[in-house]
């Protein structure tokens, strides 16, 4: 093939298929910060909750926070998307939405991660701050606010934003189960025309248009949190 | 919540988890393999004195970071069959998971190289080493030392990945657990006893990791 055939090859997308491409790419977007905006309020919480020394020695919350942990950070996405949609309806009657469970498992996922993230970000702050912060007659909230979270904040930044790009990335699994986002709509393109790679190619780049100014913008910051030091 | 396990079905296909864990777990290793060798060549890419190297190197590792798995291995699954080219769905699902491991590590390499400081090169070259010789004992072994945890946690990420398999058809342990659903509607138990398959791997693999680091690199625990 000359190279004009190619990329007339690549470009035979209609633009009615850009459009419903483009409108995919809307909603991942949509789904990608509602999944990151939930996931990270509870993954907070939930590290919040482990980083406390009380915690670890009230046995059976530790562990209940210990297999949620260990469960969403040792299976893979795809198979908690699965047992979300088909396996919770089963159990507890509840007919779960395609919409509520690809929001429901992307967000305890993302919540997973982030929750790590959190800990370590809490327990690497040293106890003498928090000694400090009492002695100086601080309530423990105003320590956690004042001098404890301004230090673990620089630390939980860096990967907190690798853990939003991977979500963003990983919300092309939620189509297996049929939400309509980016990467379904790539794969129906596809069956309906014949022609498979160009909408997935397609999809790569917007995909790639997505998370490329994000992954930029995280290099920046992590320098800047660097060079403060 | 009137649901009455049942396990019995389950414990009659063993054979299929085994089959499936089997598969999965030389999906994770090839995928490690072929990520380590594809690694080390872009991170010396990245540092080598040819522009060209530098720039390839690091758009590849750009594209390979930031568009999905999924996206990556639809395009290598119909990409290689619109080049006409008859390549089996496993092979495929190990080129695409192999190639955006390496793209990860590539970064994670590039770290460790950078930390390698020139004057351990310059002793290097002073004890009479040959180039291959320097790059070998003196550059790859102690950066991939350095960065030996983020390898490892790179290994638990691609045994994690290696379910999107299932999606082209390749009988991973999650094809095994949504075919086995599917015919027995068992799904709950199903589902338990492959999350708990997965959650041992990935433990294992941990172990394994630590158990490697102290190995072959004995020199950082002394």
Redesign the interface.
Known sequence: MEFADITRWLFRLTPYDILLLLKGALVTIALSAGAIGLGSVFGAVVGWIRSLHIIKRVRPLWWLTSIYV??V???????QV??VY??IP????IDTSVFTAGIATLALFQGGYVSEAVRTGLEAIDRTQWWAGHSMGMTYIQTLRYIVLPQAIRIIIPPFIGIC?GII?????V??IGFIEL?FR??SI?TRTLE??PP??F??GL??VI??PI?RWSQRIEAHLKSKG | ?G?VFHFQSIWNSRALFLSGVLVTLQLALLTMLIGTILGIIGAVARNSQVRTARVVSSAAV??L????????L??WY??V??LGVDVPPYWCVVIAMGVNNGGYLTEIIRAGIEAIKTQQIKGGISLGMSGFQVFRYVIIKPAIGIVFPAVSNQF?ISL?????A??IGVQDL?YQ??YL?AHTFR??ET?IV??II??IL??AIVLFSEYLDRKLFKYKYI
């Open positions: 260990d469960t950070r040792g299976t893979p996405l795809l198979l699965y047992f088909y396996a089963t159990l507890t009657g790009l990335k990983d919300t092309s699994l189509s297996t990467s790539a794969k596809g498979t790679l997935w190619l999809a790569a995909y790639f998370c490329y992954s | 919540m649901y750009e594209i970071r930031n568009t999905p798995m999924l996206v990556q639809y395009i119909f990409g069959g619109a638990v994690l990945v290696s379910a999107l299932m999606i999650t657990a949504v659903q799904s709950i589902y492959v999350i997965y959650i990935s433990k």
